[in-house]
């Protein structure tokens, strides 16, 4: 079970972080990582991916989807790419409440999802960090970044 303490609260999650992974708080932020990308990704902001989002080195690499889903390389690691998507609402009730979510569930559990899918032998792209910001009360703001896969394209892209 994780338990950390966010702006006077204390979150309590019932989950397992998976072996390659660690949990880590910078300022009110909180981050599952994996080990083996903590101080590339640290040292590139991922502590704040609203600004990485925004950053002007980021902008060229920019995907279609729901969201802004920012391709960018990663630092210290040659070749390699990371994705950054903001977790977005649909539906109708995007126009009252766009991208707060109570407390900071969804991303640690796509995280550990998508671990335990690559784990039964279903291709997927491999996450390096949840990131979860919080921003009033029990809301917060969450973030995916994942391994980008060379070979591939988004769903728009493929279908054309």
Request: proline content about 6%.
């Amino acid at each position: 079970m994780l338990k950390y303490r966010a702006e006077g609260q204390m979150q309590e999650h019932r989950m397992t972080i998976p072996e390659a992974y660690e949990i880590l708080k910078q300022g009110p932020t909180a981050i599952i990582i994996r080990k083996d990308y903590r101080e590339s990704l640290l040292g590139q902001g991922i502590a704040r991916p609203d600004q990485l989002l925004r950053s002007g080195q980021a902008a060229a690499g920019e995907r279609r989807g729901r969201g802004r889903v920012v391709s960018m390389p990663i630092s210290g690691r040659p070749g390699e790419r990371m994705l950054i998507r903001q977790y977005l609402r649909g539906g109708l009730l995007r126009f009252f409440n766009r991208d707060l979510y109570w407390q900071d569930r969804r991303p640690s559990r796509e995280l550990l999802l998508t671990v335990q899918a690559a784990a039964a032998g279903i291709p997927t792209s491999q996450v390096l960090a949840a990131v979860c910001v919080p921003c009033t009360g029990p809301f917060w703001r969450g973030y995916l970044i994942v391994r980008e896969l060379a070979s591939c394209c988004d769903l728009p892209e493929y279908l054309q």
